[in-house]
T-cell receptor, first 113, second 117 residues
Framework: GESVGLHLPTLSVQEGDNSIINCAYSNSASDYFIWYKQESGKGPQFIIDIRSNMDKRQGQRVTVLLNKTVKHLSLQIAATQPGDSAVYFCAENMREYGNKLVFGAGTILRVKS | EAEVAQSPRYKITEKSQAVAFWCDPISGHATLYWYRQILGQGPELLVQFQDESVVDDSQLPKDRFSAERLKGVDSTLKIQPAELGDSAMYLC???????????????FGPGTRLLVL
């Protein structure tokens, strides 16, 4: 399943499928990006980050892709599990605002068993 | 694993009352952040400290909100008087403190859920 960005805030996928969560960031000067996972009633949890000198970075079951040309960021989760159900936020580091992290509105990921 | 601690986890208060939230960052983290998160939205920065100094409080409603980090370690965020619109999750985060040079990862605490009646 694939979301088309923050305009569709809920993504439902079947357990075991791959998930792709998209994010359109606003500032072409942003040089650092982070994906956070937030479960209900908890604070955001760091998942993976990427700097603007990279196009791709891989972690355990997660991959972040950065397309600076169109200011687009995506998070890919392989073999999605029920424990992946949460809200996912992308955040961009705005250097001209004192390296402030600015968060997007989030995408809800629901994993169906 | 080191974590950011926050208390209380939940707070219910009546409007016009005073409330205070406490945060203890990860040991050794020089930068501390307070965010407000309205349900269904991403966190929004209220105030950022570098050690004991405020480096950004441009989004802090200073007529009713105050924040301090007197010894450069733990921090308190206060609201007085609380208003209905202050109902939200208040998140504290910390980072090593190299953000002046590079963007860096912020680690969040569990948050304080505030309900103003």
């Amino acid at each position: 399943g694939e979301s088309v960005g923050l305009h569709l805030p809920t993504l439902s996928v079947q357990e075991g499928d791959n998930s792709i969560i998209n994010c359109a960031y606003s500032n072409s000067a942003s040089d650092y990006f982070i994906w956070y996972k937030q479960e209900s009633g908890k604070g955001p949890q760091f998942i993976i980050d990427i700097r603007s000198n990279m196009d791709k970075r891989q972690g355990q079951r997660v991959t972040v892709l950065l397309n600076k040309t169109v200011k687009h960021l995506s998070l890919q989760i392989a073999a999605t599990q029920p424990g992946d159900s949460a809200v996912y936020f992308c955040a961009e580091n705005m250097r001209e605002y004192g390296n402030k992290l600015v968060f997007g509105a989030g995408t809800i990921l629901r994993v169906k068993s | 694993e080191a974590e950011v601690a926050q208390s209380p986890r939940y707070k219910i208060t009546e409007k016009s009352q005073a409330v205070a939230f406490w945060c203890d960052p990860i040991s050794g983290h020089a930068t501390l952040y307070w965010y407000r998160q309205i349900l269904g939205q991403g966190p929004e920065l209220l105030v950022q400290f570098q050690d004991e100094s405020v480096v950004d409080d441009s989004q802090l409603p200073k007529d009713r909100f105050s924040a301090e980090r007197l010894k450069g370690v733990d921090s308190t965020l206060k609201i007085q008087p609380a208003e209905l619109g202050d109902s939200a999750m208040y998140l504290c985060a910390s980072s090593l403190g190299l953000a002046a040079i590079l963007g860096e990862t912020q680690y969040f605490g569990p948050g304080t859920r505030l309900l103003v009646l």
